[in-house]
């Protein structure tokens, strides 16, 4: 039986006070009657320290946004996976749409930094999802499976089974239309039958496989409870302790 995971991804939000007005809002409603979710947060860099702290004891996960693959040297800009360790997150966030969009980042590129984040300890949160135009053209399976070939490359079952992949389709993220519970769960299945054809059923049937785009606490319920949907992974509704929470509860 998979756990349920929701992670919320704050984007390029919430200043050092903000965050601790959110956390300290996430961290007030999460009763213990929703320990079995697990729950991150994924904040910018300059408040990781801080929601370190502050989430300290309450089972709260932290996750950073992106990271690059090496762990130090001349990478002006940059932020290495041993920085991330250090400020207390154990998930990194790799491969949104928004960092392939404007950074051009590829599946060579995501791959390479799901590698050294499993080889540093920690656990990547690899995107993968068709844009509108290309589910117009019928290429979202290939779209996809290309993706999740692409940035698994050379990662061995054993690290894969720790993986976990958000299926985000782009017309859906920050749209405010969700892809529908039936059309999220298709391409959950055709990427856990890809992990099985590429690994074997036992590590496929071990990846946690998130939703992400427009989940609200309106339609989170139908989609987490679709087969092969273990979680989401929250824009918009995260900025707000009530909404994520109520996110928290619908995965119940
Ligand atoms: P959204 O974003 O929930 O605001 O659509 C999801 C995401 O980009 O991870």
């Given at each position: ?65 992106n990271m690059y693959h ?11 996976p ?9 998930y990194v966030i790799i491969g ?9 980042e590829t599946d060579d590129f995501i791959n390479r930094k799901a590698r050294k984040a499993l080889t540093e300890?920690l656990i990547p949160i690899i995107c993968v ?18 993706q999740v070939e692409g940035c698994l490359q050379n990662i061995p079952?054993?690290n894969v089974?720790k993986v976990i992949i958000a ?86």
């Open positions: 039986m998979r756990q349920k995971i929701i992670a919320g991804n704050w984007k390029m939000n919430k200043d050092i006070n903000e965050t601790v007005e959110l956390i300290d809002g996430v961290k007030s409603l999460y009763s213990t009657n929703l320990h079995s979710v697990k729950v991150i947060v994924c904040p910018p860099f300059p408040s990781l320290n801080v929601a370190n702290e502050l989430l300290r004891g309450t089972g709260i996960e932290l996750g950073a946004q090496e762990n130090e040297g001349a990478y002006t800009g940059e932020v290495s041993k920085m991330l360790k250090a400020v207390g997150c154990r949104h749409s928004e960092r392939r969009q404007y950074f051009k300890g999802g068709e844009t509108l135009q290309e589910r117009e053209q019928n290429i979202t399976h290939q779209v996809v499976t290309t079952g054993e089974e299926y985000e389709p782009v017309w859906a993220i920050g749209t405010g239309k969700n892809a529908t519970p039936e059309q999220a769960q298709e391409v959950h299945a055709l990427i856990r039958s890809l992990l099985s054809k590429l690994y074997s059923p036992d590590v496929a049937s071990k990846v946690t496989i998130q939703y992400g785009g427009s989940v609200k606490p309106e339609n989170a319920k139908d989609l987490l409870h679709q087969p092969d949907i273990d979680g989401a992974l929250v824009g918009g509704a995260c900025l707000k302790a009530d909404s994520f929470i109520a996110i928290v509860k619908a995965a119940l």
